[in-house]
């Protein structure tokens, strides 16, 4: 069947890499769709995403390209499917909306699989989109409960690609994030670390800020400093007061949440060294 596959690779950096992968799928008729390439000099490492188009024998491409590969390379040949997601959220539903709105669009090549969440309050939004919700209460346990309760709901689900937590704002463990490594996406504002706590926008607008933003990056075991995927601003002055600031720093963080998912989707992101390369 002639199909596109994504070819990821992520190696120590050496000669006639690129000249070496496109040789094998010339060898093998196969048509370069795109190809983008990236030499991290300070670190020697080398990155590459090409996709294919033709008839693809997954198993004997992989064998082919991992012989001429240097020792340890990391490589991928992606079939074409759609991943499996899992959105988590708790009372604010302008992220949570945003991917729904995408996905029933059609802008994001994904199954949403379900959607999960500690409290009931956004249970009429998602059924609109005829999407599973699921409320893993935390109230009346503990936090290691809670989460233990999550972790179940969410192995029913089966298979699970991404997880975005669209503000979900409980935060995770070690065992929460081993079990979903390198899987996880989170979005906040980005005043970190310097207005943190109850209302930052309210703190920001007191310390006169003159830009508004959002990161969004995968999330690890140190709080926040996960690798970055995404991250935009937007400028406001003095005229404008903390809820106006609030407003439009949500629609920032909605915007950057599905670009870092859309990203994740298609293969884009390659993560090194607490740092990500995106093609």
Known sequence: MNEHYRVLIHCNDEKGLVYKVSSIFFHRNLNIISNNEFVDKAHN????????????????????????????????VIAPRKKRVVLMATKES?????????????????????????????????????????????????????????????????????????????????RFVRAYEDKIINIHHSFLPAFIGANPYKQAYER??????????????????????????IHVNHAYGWEEMQRLGRDVEKIVLSKALKLALEDRIFVHANKTIIF
């Open 94 to 174: 302008h992220a949570l909306g945003d991917i729904l709105i995408r996905y029933e669009a059609g802008e994001l090549d994904c199954h949403i699989v379900g959607v999960v969440s500690n409290y009931d309050l956004l249970e009429p939004l998602v059924s609109k989109f005829d999407i599973p919700f699921y409320t893993v209460s935390h109230e009346g346990c503990d936090r290691d409960e809670h989460e233990k309760r999550v972790l179940a709901q969410l192995s029913e689900l089966g298979e699970i690609d991404y997880m975005v937590l669209a503000k979900y704002m409980r935060i995770l463990t070690p």
């Open 45 to 76: 490492k080398f990155f590459m995403r090409s996709v294919v188009a033709g008839e693809i024998a997954p198993d004997v491409l992989r064998s082919e390209l991992k012989a001429i590969l240097p020792v340890n390379a990391h490589l991928e």
């Open 208 to 233: 006169g800020v003159k830009i508004i933003g959002a990161t969004a990056h995968f999330v690890n075991n140190h709080l926040d400093e996960g690798p970055i995927i995404a991250q935009d601003v």
